[in-house]
């Protein structure tokens, strides 16, 4: 595996390189690249105004970008206008034209590709079947809920078999019971298909659940591109780590070596052993993350190898775990989750906190 | 609980006030009356009176007249025609001035709005003159065409259809961009965008989506300027010269010249009619295809 968790084996259909956007003095994108295999599901996570649509307009064509290059199975498509490309989009909205029905919404892009009518009815009649809409073709949009709008068009950017899917935020209308089966209805849809697809949404959650691969984006830039695990479990920037999934973030140097491990001494005062790759450990400052689902509570120093003893400050019960913030002696304070219900604690009760020296990664300073 | 309080309270709320709805239509109408009583004693009143006259001795002569007398029926279709031409060609002009309008950036929208409101707001008389200044056989197009050895003689730009139909597509050309702008300031941009992203060249998204969403702005726009067309006095009456006859025309040569009361009114009445018909027919066309 590549260490962008790169499309691997399946030949890329859509390679950004270099792209480069600005409004005035705004830089939606700063040299963005991005390729996107065959079949593949990649998501572009990230916070607001980090850039997401502005990518994914220039990929459809509906902004042109200042520099740069896209290619679509291997053809440039920089300068194409979006008619020619051959690529479905879901609009955040929806973008149903409000004055056809259903079904004509469907055909709309077969008509465009002069596909002969009985086909068109055949293909139409085929994908309202699957997106499980049969008997609403002689609908208007506007008689549809939310739901049923986003199937139509999910529908209609794909009936023409595109080359590429691409789907902005689509689910964030809805309400979280509908947008769950939406997410599992679009992943067999789009597995189903073999569709190429990119998707976007700043909800990490969504990100992680659907993706093959996951572009995290901050400020035009694409921060880290790998697989959802990797994302997770080795974020390369103290933004990533923020932003998917929740973090301790700990700052520190390396002050030694202890049992095979680095010796981290953090700005609080704590000592830490830490597994850190050879190349940090001569570093200077150190940024390091800790995730709250790796700290547990111990009944002796010796279950882990880092051992502290702390304060409860608080426990927030949130139904399928629960979740403490704990303070150190030195005053750091952090956050831990468990499965489950959780030990009802009273704060103010002392416990015995721990974790690993492999539970711990660090990230380059920022 | 709440229930049977409320069914409690029901029969002596009914016998005293208004419901709160009730209160507020109220008030519209009072606030509404003054102009009612205004329409009514301006408009209505005389329009009845018109009716009457032209039933005189309760017969319907006047009416036999006009349907028969070859002039009214010559003039009436010509009225139709030149009305038709001014809406079609007020639309073919004013449909892109609008959709500029709804796109540009502002500095360009304000710019445009300017320059098509700031004629509306001149007098007609003034703006007829000057055509009269633009087009006559000593006007300045017709100098500058002479001048730079293009025709050898003036074209006959004045006193003649020509000139009506500039005038009146002149005068009338906002009463279709309001309209139609103002349903294209509505129109959802993506929408657009994702009919071309669907593989739409561009005179597709404006046949399949563009035009069938602002068509009721196109039908409001088109009314108005047809009606319009139908009564117009002053600008075929300064641009025509007396060579162009149109309704509003005859109708006050049988009032002015001839003091014909009767058969002036049996005029206004059937143009009234045409005017109604009109009317319901663009408002079909407008609610057939309404988004
Ligand atoms: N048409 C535009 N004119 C000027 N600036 C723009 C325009 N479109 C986007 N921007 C700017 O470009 C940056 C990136 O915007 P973009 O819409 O791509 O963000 P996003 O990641 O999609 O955010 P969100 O999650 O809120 O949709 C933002 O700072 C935004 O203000
Ligand atoms: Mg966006």
Same mark, same amino acid.
């Given at each position: 595996?590549?260490?962008?968790?790169?499309?691997?084996?399946?030949?890329?259909?859509?390679?950004?390189?270099?792209?480069?956007?600005?409004?005035?003095?705004?830089?939606?994108?700063?040299?963005?690249?991005?390729?996107?295999? =065959?079949?593949?599901?990649?998501?572009?996570?990230?916070?607001?105004?980090?850039?997401?649509?502005?990518?994914?307009?220039?990929?459809?064509?509906?902004?042109?970008?200042?520099?740069?290059?896209? =290619? /679509?199975?291997?053809?440039?498509?920089?300068?194409?206008?979006?008619?020619?490309?051959?690529?479905?989009?879901?609009?955040?909205?929806?973008?149903?034209?409000?004055?056809?029905?259903?079904?004509?919404?469907?055909?709309?892009? /077969?008509?465009?590709?002069?596909?002969?009518?009985?086909?068109?009815?055949?293909?139409?009649?085929?994908?309202?079947? +699957?997106?499980?809409?049969?008997?609403?073709?002689?609908?208007?949009?506007?008689?549809?809920?939310?739901?049923?709008?986003?199937?139509?068009?999910?529908?209609?950017?794909?009936?023409?078999?595109?080359?590429? +899917?691409?789907?902005?935020?689509?689910?964030?209308?809805?309400?979280?019971?509908?947008?769950?089966?939406?997410?599992? =209805? +679009?992943?067999?849809?789009?597995?189903?298909?073999?569709?190429?697809?990119?998707?976007?949404?700043?909800?990490?959650?969504?990100?992680?659940?659907?993706?093959?691969?996951?572009?995290?984006?901050?400020?035009?830039?694409?921060?880290?591109?790998?697989?959802?695990?990797?994302?997770?479990?080795?974020?390369?920037?103290?933004?990533?780590?923020?932003?998917?999934?929740?973090?301790?973030?700990?700052?520190?140097?390396?002050?030694?070596?202890?049992?095979?491990?680095?010796?981290?001494?953090?700005?609080?005062?704590?000592?830490?052993?830490?597994?850190?790759?050879?190349?940090?450990?001569?570093?200077?400052?150190?940024? +390091?993350?800790?995730?709250?689902?790796?700290?547990?509570?111990?009944?002796?120093?010796?279950?882990?190898?880092?051992?502290?003893?702390?304060?409860?400050?608080?426990?927030?019960?949130?139904?399928?775990?629960?979740?403490?913030?704990?303070?150190?002696?030195?005053?750091?304070?952090?956050?831990?989750?468990?499965?489950? =219900?959780?030990?009802?604690?009273?704060?103010?009760?002392?416990? /015995?906190?721990?974790?690993?020296?492999?539970?711990?990664?660090?990230?380059?300073?920022? | 609980?709440?229930?049977?309080?409320?069914?409690?309270?029901?029969?002596?709320?009914?016998?005293?006030?208004?419901?709160?709805?009730?209160?507020?239509?109220?008030?519209?109408?009072?606030?509404?009356?003054?102009? $009612?009583?205004?329409?009514? $004693?301006?408009?209505?009143?005389?329009? *009845?009176?018109?009716?009457?006259?032209?039933?005189?001795?309760?017969?319907?002569?006047?009416?036999?007249?006009? $349907?028969?007398?070859? *002039?009214?029926?010559?003039?009436?279709?010509?009225?139709?025609?030149?009305?038709?031409?001014?809406?079609?060609?007020?639309?073919?002009?004013?449909?892109?001035?609008?959709?500029?309008?709804?796109?540009?950036?502002?500095?360009?929208?304000?710019?445009?709005?300017?320059?098509?409101?700031?004629?509306?707001?001149?007098?007609? *008389?003034?703006?007829?003159?000057?055509?009269?200044?633009?087009?006559?056989?000593?006007?300045?197009?017709?100098?500058?065409?002479?001048?730079?050895?293009?025709?050898?003689?003036?074209?006959?730009?004045?006193?003649?259809?020509?000139?009506?139909?500039?005038?009146?597509?002149?005068?009338?050309?906002?009463?279709?961009?309001? #309209?139609?702008?103002?349903?294209?300031?509505?129109?959802?941009?993506?929408?657009?965008?994702?009919?071309?992203?669907?593989?739409? #060249?561009?005179?597709?998204?404006?046949?399949?989506?563009?035009?069938?969403?602002?068509?009721?702005?196109?039908?409001?726009?088109?009314?108005?300027?047809?009606?319009?067309?139908?009564?117009?006095?002053?600008?075929?009456?300064?641009?025509?010269?007396?060579?162009?006859?149109?309704?509003?025309?005859?109708?006050?040569?049988? $009032?002015?010249?001839?003091?014909?009361?009767?058969?002036?009114?049996?005029?206004?009445?059937?143009?009234?009619?045409?005017?109604?018909?009109?009317?319901?027919?663009?408002?079909?066309?407008?609610?057939?295809?309404?988004?």
């Amino acid at each position: 595996m590549s260490p962008d968790g790169g499309s691997g084996s399946r030949a890329p259909i859509l390679a950004v390189s270099h792209a480069r956007k600005t409004y005035g003095p705004v830089v939606a994108l700063e040299g963005v690249s991005l390729t996107v295999g =065959e079949g593949e599901f990649v998501t572009l996570l990230g916070p607001s105004g980090s850039g997401k649509t502005t990518l994914l307009k220039a990929i459809a064509g509906f902004e042109e970008i200042d520099d740069g290059r896209i =290619e /679509l199975a291997g053809q440039d498509i920089t300068d194409m206008p979006p008619a020619r490309r051959g690529i479905g989009m879901v609009f955040q909205n929806y973008a149903l034209f409000p004055h056809l029905t259903v079904a004509r919404n469907i055909a709309f892009p /077969l008509e465009m590709r002069g596909v002969a009518r009985a086909e068109i009815d055949r293909r139409v009649e085929e994908i309202l079947r +699957l997106v499980e809409l049969e008997g609403y073709g002689a609908r208007l949009p506007r008689q549809l809920s939310g739901g049923q709008q986003q199937r139509v068009a999910l529908a209609r950017a794909t009936v023409f078999n595109p080359r590429l +899917l691409l789907l902005d935020e689509p689910f964030s209308a809805l309400d979280r019971k509908l947008r769950e089966s939406m997410q599992v =209805e +679009l992943r067999h849809l789009q597995q189903r298909l073999g569709l190429t697809t990119v998707f976007v949404t700043h909800d990490q959650e969504e990100a992680l659940l659907l993706s093959d691969r996951i572009a995290v984006m901050n400020h035009g830039r694409i921060e880290q591109l790998g697989h959802p695990a990797a994302i997770y479990d080795h974020p390369a920037s103290r933004f990533v780590a923020g932003f998917v999934g929740e973090a301790n973030m700990l700052r520190g140097h390396v002050a030694g070596s202890r049992g095979g491990h680095a010796e981290v001494a953090l700005d609080s005062g704590d000592r830490l052993a830490v597994d850190l790759p050879p190349a940090a450990r001569g570093a200077g400052d150190l940024q +390091l993350v800790l995730r709250p689902e790796r700290i547990r509570w111990l009944d002796d120093a010796a279950q882990a190898d880092n051992a502290f003893p702390a304060v409860l400050v608080e426990h927030l019960y949130l139904g399928q775990n629960s979740k403490y913030r704990v303070r150190l002696a030195s005053g750091l304070e952090l956050t831990l989750r468990t499965q489950g =219900e959780g030990e009802p604690l009273a704060a103010g009760t002392e416990r /015995l906190v721990g974790w690993d020296a492999r539970d711990i990664r660090g990230v380059p300073c920022s | 609980m709440q229930l049977t309080a409320a069914t409690a309270a029901r029969p002596a709320g009914r016998r005293v006030r208004l419901s709160r709805a009730g209160r507020y239509r109220l008030l519209y109408a009072a606030l509404a009356a003054p102009g $009612v009583l205004l329409l009514a $004693v301006v408009f209505v009143y005389p329009l *009845l009176d018109l009716m009457r006259l032209s039933f005189e001795n309760g017969s319907l002569a006047h009416y036999e007249e006009v $349907v028969s007398g070859g *002039l009214f029926g010559t003039v009436f279709w010509n009225t139709v025609r030149i009305a038709l031409i001014v809406t079609i060609a007020c639309a073919v002009l004013g449909y892109p001035v609008a959709h500029f309008l709804a796109t540009a950036s502002r500095g360009w929208a304000l710019f445009g709005l300017l320059c098509v409101v700031l004629p509306f707001w001149t007098s007609l *008389l003034v703006r007829t003159y000057a055509w009269m200044i633009l087009l006559g056989n000593n006007g300045i197009i017709n100098k500058l065409l002479v001048g730079a050895g293009l025709v050898e003689r003036p074209l006959p730009l004045l006193h003649n259809e020509f000139g009506v139909l500039v005038g009146m597509v002149h005068v009338l050309l906002p009463y279709f961009v309001f #309209p139609v702008y103002a349903v294209m300031l509505r129109v959802d941009r993506t929408l657009m965008a994702a009919a071309e992203g669907l593989g739409a #060249p561009l005179w597709q998204v404006l046949r399949r989506i563009y035009l069938p969403l602002t068509l009721p702005g196109i039908a409001a726009g088109g009314t108005l300027v047809f009606i319009l067309s139908l009564g117009f006095f002053i600008t075929p009456a300064l641009l025509g010269g007396g060579k162009v006859m149109m309704i509003a025309l005859l109708i006050e040569q049988q $009032v002015g010249q001839m003091l014909n009361w009767g058969m002036a009114a049996a005029m206004c009445m059937t143009l009234v009619a045409a005017i109604l018909l009109a009317y319901a027919a663009f408002k079909r066309l407008g609610r057939r295809n309404a988004p």
